[in-house]
T-cell receptor
Framework: SQQGEEDPQALSIQEGENATMNCSYK?????LQWYRQNSGRGLVHLILIRSNEREKHSGRLRVTLDTSKKSSSLLITASRAADTASYFC?????????????FGTGTRLQVFP | GAVVSQHPSRVICKSGTSVKIECRSLDFQATTMFWYRQFPKQSLMLMAT?????????EQGVEKDKFLINHASLTLSTLTVTSAHPEDSSFYICSAAQGAKNSPLHFGNGTRLTVT
């Protein structure tokens, strides 16, 4: 399977703490994207990092990418109860000629008030 | 922002019947849409790539005669689960690509299919 893996599978933290999720993937990529999914809903795009970038910020989100290790991390700082959701990384492989994305296994984040 | 509308959000059907799920891009044209399937507490598994005006491209292991995909216009793709069985019960999600290749995808809110 080309599916990437994320760890941890589940993460529980208190409001105000930081949450770090890691993603490993298998193929060479054009970019890596992070998405959020609230329970029973569709996915919402959070941030995209290109293969030639190493770090990217968006608000309370920080994403890193290490193409030599085929890994990425998502850091959510000063977490809030509203951040409770599942988070998925997704990769756009250079071998695809479409916008096809392959999703990682996901991290279920629970933030307690 | 780009909006993708997916209907129905929930459907319950009897074994042996067919169910159609619609995915519409409301404010942009999508030459390519994607259909995913998601089991509880698991990731999204890509089923097929839907191409406007041509046949869908199915991922390995996905039965094309079981999951019929039609992309009749630049704003509409449909997934029909034919002769549904309880094992087809799942959460089905569509997404659409807007703009340049490898741009972020826009997702529908999913369809919860229950086959009794």
């Amino acid at each position: 399977s080309q599916q990437g893996e994320e760890d941890p599978q589940a993460l529980s933290i208190q409001e105000g703490e930081n949450a770090t999720m890691n993603c490993s993937y298998k193929t060479s990529i054009n970019n890596l994207q992070w998405y959020r999914q609230n329970s029973g809903r569709g996915l919402v795009h959070l941030i995209l990092i290109r293969s030639n970038e190493r770090e990217k910020h968006s608000g309370r989100l920080r994403v890193t990418l290490d193409t030599s290790k085929k890994s990425s991390s998502l850091l959510i700082t000063a977490s809030r109860a509203a951040d409770t959701a599942s988070y998925f990384c997704a990769t756009a492989s250079i071998s695809y000629n479409t916008d096809k994305l392959i999703f990682g296994t996901g991290t279920r984040l629970q933030v307690f008030p | 922002g780009a909006v993708v509308s997916q209907h129905p959000s929930r459907v319950i059907c009897k074994s042996g019947t067919s169910v159609k799920i619609e995915c519409r891009s409301l404010d942009f044209q999508a030459t390519t849409m994607f259909w995913y399937r998601q089991f509880p507490k698991q990731s999204l598994m890509l089923m097929a790539t839907s191409n406007e005006g041509s046949k869908a491209t199915y991922e390995q292991g996905v039965e094309k005669d079981k999951f019929l995909i039609n992309h009749a216009s630049l704003t509409l793709s449909t997934l029909t689960v034919t002769s549904a069985h309880p094992e087809d019960s799942s959460f089905y999600i569509c997404s659409a690509a807007q703009g340049a290749k490898n741009s972020p995808l826009h997702f529908g809110n999913g369809t919860r299919l229950t086959v009794t």
